[in-house]
């Protein structure tokens, strides 16, 4: 996942992006967005991105958000639920290959975000830490679920979700307006072949990044013989983004090679509303009033 948000060029749209750990998502749930967690993102400011991507796993299944334009949020505030405003807005996405189906709390999941977007902003840009001008609401940045392929076996949720980090970065050549919102995404999602995907895919997603962390392995192994004997030492990035380089003059394999560490996150598997009553640090985790307007598509 982390791969896939790699950029290869300065012009790259990988560089807009910035994704999340996958326990990320996790940790908040469990223990509010405590200042453990806001360690990880003291040397970066996220609103200088486009696109923020978090990975979520939890009860045996991946699903990705992705939140776009984040600090266009006050813009966004101003002129909700106005079709004729033409400007780019912010917008959150859940893409799960499990669609209504899915074992995933959205209320739970938005919630967190938005905990995560408003202190991050408070820490930038709100210098009164005034709560009540905090920008991001259930109002002005509900949780759209665009219908999507879902996934026809129980296994391939992890691969739908990498190739939706893909597809979402992808996403970044559009311009996302209001209409879009209120359309939840349809002609960019539900409709765009680049999300019609199939097990085929996937299979040829699984043997792609076989390979590569073959090869990965391989030239980590053969670094390690010789780096004993060799004073200079190659720097393993630069190893991984040759062999990705290589992969990517081999076809269609471009777009999917992603570097993906699935763990079985133990302490998440329950993502029901009652499990997240308290934070440790005493946060009560509070849902928006009518956090129930989540958009979804029929």
């Known amino acids: 996942m982390k791969w896939v948000g790699i950029p290869q060029s300065p012009d790259d749209l990988a560089s807009h992006v910035y994704v999340f750990s996958s326990h990320f998502l996790s940790s908040v749930l469990l223990n509010s967005y405590s200042s453990d967690l806001k360690r990880w993102l003291r040397k970066i400011n996220i609103f200088d991105k486009k696109l923020l991507l978090f990975p979520f796993h939890g009860v045996n299944h991946w699903s990705l958000v992705a939140v776009y334009n984040p600090s266009l949020i006050k813009q ?88 939706y980090a893909f597809n979402a970065i992808q996403l970044l050549k559009k311009r996302l307006t209001m209409s879009d919102v209120h359309n939840k995404l349809k002609c960019y999602v539900s409709e765009d072949p680049l999300f019609d995907l199939s097990g085929g895919d996937m299979t040829r997603m699984r043997v792609e990044i076989h390979n590569i962390l073959g090869s990965i392995t391989e030239e980590y192994c053969s670094h390690r013989d010789t780096s004993a004997e060799t004073p200079a030492v190659t720097d393993v990035h630069d190893v991984a983004m040759t062999l990705f380089n290589d992969s990517e003059s081999d076809g269609e394999a471009n777009d999917d090679n992603d570097d993906v560490a699935f763990t079985n996150d133990n302490h998440s598997s329950d993502c029901s509303g009652s499990v997240w009553s308290c934070g440790s640090n005493g946060d009560e985790l509070m849902h928006d009033e009518d956090e129930s307007l989540i958009y979804e598509s029929n």
């Open 76 to 163: 966004t505030s101003k002129r909700w639920g106005d079709a004729s405003y033409t400007n780019e807005v912010s917008c959150m996405v859940h893409f799960d290959s499990l669609g209504r189906i899915t074992t995933h709390n959205r209320s739970d999941i938005a919630w967190a975000i938005r905990l995560v977007l408003n202190s991050e902003w408070d820490r930038h840009y709100n210098t009164s830490l005034d709560k009540t001008s905090r920008p991001f609401t259930h109002r002005c940045l509900p949780l759209l679920t665009p219908k999507v392929v879902c996934q026809d076996n129980s296994f391939d949720c992890g691969m739908f979700t990498c190739r």
